[in-house]
């Protein structure tokens, strides 16, 4: 398995800020993902993250708007720029090391006034 | 687009109740993928079921992917399953596509 170890687990930021969000996993992975969830809901697939390259945005979500390094193999890290309330979410990473399971940071819970 | 639909949204078991979540989706998958979250906690894999009936502990997976459906059977049913089953479903052979439902929240009570 692989244990991935998000930062903060909560924040709270005021309209207009960037925050930035780490994760850190205890042993090399390819693939870093980062998933969005809003209350009680589903959760988004925001962007894959390999290392050196650019990540790759799925649909509604731009590198502007939430910029991701990967600059190693265990350490990626998302910002989230002009924070909206509408960006008001809990964050997670995940990754798999390959086989059949993923597995998930414990998430960061952002509030924005 | 693709999407997920779970039925039923929530339910509610006396302990020791079996239960029956079903995951329905709209395109060819090559995965469904079961995970467990508690309540502002995260994920937690549970099964991961390409085709056919997977069993772990008291879990049991059912996938139909002709039939675009799958289930999550829970047997047994205790207080420490309360929380939401997420199914998700794989559109390539990676996790880079994967799309969630948006859940059901079980509640076990004695």
């Known amino acids: 398995s692989v244990l991935l170890y998000q930062k903060p687990n909560r924040d709270i930021c005021q309209s207009g800020t960037s925050l930035k969000i780490q994760c850190v996993a205890d042993?090399?992975?390819?693939?870093m993902f980062w998933y969005q969830q809003f209350q009680e809901q589903s959760l988004m697939l925001m962007a894959t993250?390999?290392?050196?390259?650019?990540?790759?945005?799925e649909s509604g979500f731009t590198k502007d708007k939430f910029p991701i390094s990967r600059p190693n193999l265990t350490f990626s890290t998302l910002t989230v720029n002009n924070a909206r309330p509408g960006d008001s979410s809990i964050y997670f990473c995940?990754?798999?090391?390959?086989?059949?399971?993923?597995?998930f940071g414990s998430g960061t819970r952002l509030t924005v006034l | 687009g693709q999407q997920v639909q779970q039925s039923p949204a929530s339910l509610v078991l006396q302990e020791g109740e079996n239960a029956e979540l079903q995951c329905n989706f709209s395109?060819?998958?090559?995965?469904l993928q079961w995970f467990y979250q508690r309540p502002g906690g995260s994920l937690v894999s549970l099964l991961s079921?390409?085709?056919g009936t997977k069993h772990t502990g008291r879990l049991t997976s059912t996938t139909v992917t002709k039939e675009r459906r799958g289930s999550l059977h829970i047997s047994s049913s205790q207080i420490t399953d309360s929380g939401t089953y997420l199914c998700?479903?794989?559109?390539?052979?990676?996790?880079?596509?994967?799309?969630f439902g948006q859940g059901t929240s079980l509640s076990v009570v004695p």
């Open positions: 995940s990754s798999s090391l390959g086989g059949e399971t993923l597995y």
């Open positions: 042993s090399q992975v390819v693939s």
């Open positions: 993250a390999n290392e050196g390259s650019e990540a790759t945005y």
């Open positions: 395109s060819t998958a090559t995965r």
């Open positions: 079921n390409p085709s």
């Open positions: 998700a479903m794989e559109r390539s052979s990676s996790f880079s596509k994967l799309v």
